[in-house]
Each structure stands twice: as C-alpha cells, then as structure tokens.
C-alpha cells in the first residue's frame, strides 16, 4: 500500500512568537522550524503500517518556501522513504496549497493520503478537505488509527466520549487527530539515511497552479495583553469573610461572575 | 570562513531536542530527588543511535566528527537535562577506537554500538591522585595471561549503570621511571563479572548533584592481559589523546546549559513585574544575562573551531582546552545570573534553576579542573615554566 503525507513546517511549539514589523505576521527572526504536530502523528500512523508490512511505501510532501527541505528531512529520518518539495517563498491560500497537492497526488498515485487535521499555526484545518474535493477523494476526519480491514482499511476516529471505526476501499484522505503512540523521533541512522535522498523540487507552475484563489487577509495581529500581577488574600481564620471579598472582586473587578 | 552549520548539523540539534522534549523537568526533578539514574532516557539516546555517533560504521556507528557529538551533547543541556548521565561513552570510546586492537574493537564496539553492553565509567582519579594523574597507585601485577589489581578509585561517576570501565592503573613503581607519564596502562574491566566474582567493591559516593558517582574497591581483581589496550606502560599517553575530545564535548554541555540558564533568565525577567515594572526593564538585572549570553556567543566560537580542528585531525590542544575553561565559565556566569533574575524563586526545586545550578557548577571543576587548564595554556601554548 501507498501512503502520502502532506506536512506542513511550523514554528516549533517551544518557540515563543512574537509579531513581525508589518503586525499581521509573526516574526520570523531566529525561529525554530518544525513539523506540524498533527502531521506528525500521521507520518506515525503511515510508519507504522510499514512497520507491519515492509512493502508500504511512505512518501511525504509539502507546498512551502525553501526552509520546508528541513522539514521533509525529518520526516525521511524518521523513516519515510521519499519526499517532494513544492516550493512556494508566498504564504498560500488553503486552496492553491490543496490544488498543488492534488497534482502531486495524481502524479504519486498513493492509495491513502493523510494530512493532519490542522496545522498548528493557523489552525486552519481547511488544506485536507480541500484536497479531498479536489481529488474527489472521501475523506475522513478525527482519524486515531488505521489497520486493514476486510473491505480495504478499517479508520478509526474519535467523537465525543469513544470512537467510530468507519471503512473506506482507497483511495481515500484522511485527516489524523492523533496517533496511538507518540510519533518516534528521528534517529541518527535515520539522519545519515535521509542526507543521501534527493528531495525533488517542484513550482508552482509544474503544478499547474497560478495563486490567486481567494482568501482572508490577516488585518491585525497582536499578542495578548501582559497579564498584571494577582491578588492574595491572607487566609487569617475568617474563611467566609475571605471568600466573600474574593467573590466581590470576581464579579465586580474581574466580571467573571 | 563560513561560521554556518550544516543541515546535517541542524538535523542532528533538532532531533536530539525532540527526543528530549519526552524527558520533561518533572523527570529530572524527580531523578535529581531520587538520586536516581535516567535509565530510560539512556536507553532512548541509545535506541536512536546518538551514543554510538562516534562509533565508526563498520562496527555499526554513525562514524561522526566530534562537532557532531558537541552538537547532540549541547542540545541536551540546552533543553534542561544533563547529559553527563551518557557522554562518557563517546569520550572513553576514543582510547578504545585509536589504540585498541581490531580484537577488541570487534569484540566491544558493535555491541557498544546496539546498546547491549555499556560503557559509561571512567576509573582514574584516586584518593592521591585527582589533578596529578601520574601519581595514582592502584596497581596492576602482570601474572601469566592475566593482570592483578589492587587498590581504590574515588568518584568515579555511573559505575553502577555501566558494564564495562575503562580503568587507569600502575603497571611500573612510580619511583622505578625515569619519565612519569609512563608506567601506567589502561584495560577494559567487565565491571559484572568482577562484581560477580567478588573483586570489585563499588560504593555509592553522594555529591553535591545527581551524578552517581562511586568510590570503588579492587581487591586481587583478575583482569585477562587480552583486555589491556595498546602497549603496557603507555596508558596516560593514550588517556591524553582523548582528551581533547573530552574538552571538547564538556565545552558542549557548558554551552548547553549556559543557553538554558540565559532563555530562562530573560524569559523570567520579562514577565515578573516588580514596583511596576518587569525586572527586565533595570540595567542591574538585564545586563548581566546579556553579559553571559555575550560570553557564551564567544565560547561557542572557540569550540567550534576546536572541532573542526579536531575533526580535520590538526592540533587542537590549545583551542579545546581554551574552549572548556571559557564555556564553563559563561555558562557558571549565565547561572549566576539565571539565579540572580528569579531571586527566591530560583531555589525553589520545581524552577530547576538550583539543578542546573549546581549541575554546571562542576564542569569548572571535574572532569578538569580550570586551574589546571590555566596551567597548560601557561605552559604549552604561551611557553611559560610548567606551574604544577
Ligand atoms: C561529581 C564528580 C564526578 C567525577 N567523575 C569522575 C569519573 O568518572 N572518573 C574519574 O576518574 N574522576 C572523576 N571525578 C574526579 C575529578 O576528575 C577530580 O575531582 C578532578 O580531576 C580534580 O581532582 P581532585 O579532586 O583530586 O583535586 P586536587 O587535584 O586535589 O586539586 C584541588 C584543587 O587544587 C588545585 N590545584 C592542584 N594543583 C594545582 C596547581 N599546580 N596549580 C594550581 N592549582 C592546583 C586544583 O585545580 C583544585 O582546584 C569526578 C569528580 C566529581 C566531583
């Protein structure tokens, strides 16, 4: 079976964002780059069915500027086996990214594609079902596990208080939540693998897609107010008198109540 | 020059930081109040090859430079551990890879390499012998195909974690040499069957930070001849090669702990608001964490030089010494700073500031101590008459 993850590289979680110059960007001075979590758990899910089967292929691709190379390496250390680079400098609507994808994806023929839900840094969770529309592929969301099943592969996905299984016969997208197991890390023999793989590039162009599809612009950005300092109440014995000011200041100082 | 890094290099700093990112502050607060080792976190370094990244390929390494292993060694500090819990596997591997025998090699590297044994104890410093190296007595009597050892070691670090140890002992009377860096030979010691068998006592040495160390007791211990490495009576020779590389990597984790210390402390120093303001916003506390990250920046420098140096096989002596003594320093004075910036707080356990504190606080001292790196700049590379 043939899988392709589509990633995207984000500022890693532990970078501490600030706005750019222009304030509708952050700023991309000094950041750290890396995999979108939930992309991550789906290069596990796919890893883990080459685990189970060594003839599934992973590939991986990403539509992003040059710095997104670093991204696909990682992914092919932790043990993908090829990956495509389709380079964009511009930040991209959703649906020029899914449009570029979608070609990649009719070139790869995979059987599964698998996305993240949403990329950690706008949240937007618009690119995989876009994609899926433009494949005219199902798609499935929430996915938390993926195992073959009698009628094609069995997906597991999570809803309030425990888990549908639903089954597809590929080709199919979906979009993961989370994997099982925590994504495995890429490891040094991995590295050493991965430097020796080319990461073919591609544009915009040999997509076949001219940007221009409509999109929300970002008019402001702006962090979140300092928090000020907090207030203690001494506990002297007079609980209800205490909890009686706390209350007062909580529903007319802070308005929360 | 180009003062970049590779993508390799970045490969290699963001995968080490991802790993430990599942080894939080919460695990080494605990360990640290324990006094526990960190065996998961070993065997995780182990499982993804990273202890073996010196090791060269065809014993099943990554056949790495030194630059790489300061890199993987600093990324773990940098992200709030200690990687002194493992890199004496990558330093003490080098005396076995340049001077042991392609028996040896064979027999320990690829094992070394999979993780099935470990080698992360380094037996030299003695009661009488801890800066003057070539004054230490435990001594090995050649009998037949074997060696004897009696005598007592003192803070060697993770014997208990290990299962071989490299051990430094006398094979000449001190007084029987005409130059004192000879008579000393270096074995690898299986520290399990020398337990097993009796020989071998290893206490529990407490210090001052988690760092496992042990006294150990050898009494009639059986080494076989097979298990010496290169000649007899060459050991320190051998030990001082390795050194550079050790200096190397120790500069690492400074340089590791000095980026953790400086990104807390600027982080702590812009959020607590004291008369008003945060305590950022006064030159008193701003300035002396620029101060270390400017010292640390500089550092940094000279190790790396000192690698690629190292990793070009030129001389390096000087620039890793050089490198050890100034990283140290700016991560002891990033500390300082760090601490400083949280005031009260810093010593409160769960902001790990008086771990790290303490934790860096060695490096000035063990596995050198400065003032004898004072004395080899002195001597060695400014020509001034040896000072010890
Ligand atoms: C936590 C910890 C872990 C350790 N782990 C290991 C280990 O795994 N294996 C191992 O073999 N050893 C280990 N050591 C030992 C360490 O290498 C020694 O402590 C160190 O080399 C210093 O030796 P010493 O303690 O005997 O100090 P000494 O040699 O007694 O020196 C005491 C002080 O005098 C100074 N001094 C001495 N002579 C001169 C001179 N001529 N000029 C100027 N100053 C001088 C020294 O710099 C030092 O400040 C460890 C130590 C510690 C604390």
Known sequence: MKFLVCLKQVPDSTVRVKVGGDRRSIAAEGITWSISPYDEYAIELALERKDADASTVVSVVTVGPARSRDALRQALAMGCDDATLVTSEADLSALDVAKALAAVVNEAKPDVVLCGKQASDDDQGLVGPALAEALGWPHVGMLTKLVPGASGLELWREVEGGHEVWSAAPPVVALVHKSEKEPRYPSLPGIMKAKRKEIPEKDLASCGVTPGAPRPEVALMDLPPQRGQGKVWKLDGDAKGVAEQVAKALREEAKVV | ?388
């Open chain 2, 1 to 388: 020059m180009d003062f970049g890094e590779s993508a390799e290099r970045r490969d290699i700093r963001m995968a080490v930081r991802r790993l430990c990112e599942r080894f939080s502050a919460a695990y080494w607060r605990d360990l640290d109040a324990k006094g526990a080792y960190p065996d998961e976190l070993v065997r995780a370094l182990t499982d993804a090859g990273w202890l073996a990244a010196l090791i060269p390929r065809r014993y099943g390494g990554a056949e790495l430079g030194v630059g790489d292993a300061a890199a993987i060694l600093e990324e773990i500090n940098a992200s709030g551990g200690n990687a002194a819990v493992a890199h004496a596997q990558m330093y003490t591997m080098g005396t076995l890879l340049r001077h042991g025998s392609d028996a040896q090699k064979e027999r320990y590297l690829p094992a070394l390499a999979r993780g099935e044994l470990r080698l992360q104890a380094f037996g030299v410093t003695e009661p009488d012998a801890g800066s003057e190296t070539t004054r230490l007595r435990t001594a090995a009597v050649r009998r037949g195909d074997r060696y004897v050892v009696n005598g007592q070691k003192v803070f060697i670090s993770r014997a208990q974690h290990s299962d071989l140890m490299l051990l430094l002992a006398r094979t000449t009377p001190y007084d029987e040499l005409a130059d004192k860096t000879e008579g000393l030979s270096v074995f690898v010691v299986d520290l399990r069957a020398a337990l097993a068998a009796g020989q071998i006592e290893i206490r529990p040495l407490p210090t001052m930070m988690n760092h496992h160390s042990t006294t150990i007791f050898m009494r009639d211990l059986e080494v076989p001849a097979a298990d010496r490495i290169g000649d007899e009576g060459r050991g320190f020779r051998y030990i001082l090669d390795s050194w550079n590389a050790e200096r190397i990597l120790i500069a690492s984790e400074s340089l590791g702990d000095g980026r953790w210390f400086t990104e807390r402390a600027a982080r702590y120093a812009t959020e607590r608001v004291v008369f008003g303001r945060p305590i950022g916003a006064n030159q008193g506390v701003q300035f002396p964490i620029a101060q270390a990250h400017a010292q640390l920046q500089a550092a940094r420098l000279l190790r790396d030089r000192a690698a690629w140096l190292f990793d070009r096989r030129e001389r390096c002596g000087a620039e890793a010494n050089m490198a050890k003594l100034l990283a140290s320093q700016a991560a002891w004075a990033a500390a300082n700073a760090c601490l400083d910036t949280h005031g009260g707080y810093g010593f409160a356990t769960e902001y790990d500031v008086e771990r790290k504190f303490r934790e860096t606080r060695l490096l000035l001292v063990a596995p050198i101590s400065n003032n004898l790196v004072l004395a080899y700049v002195g001597q060695h590379v400014l020509g001034m008459p040896r000072s010890y």
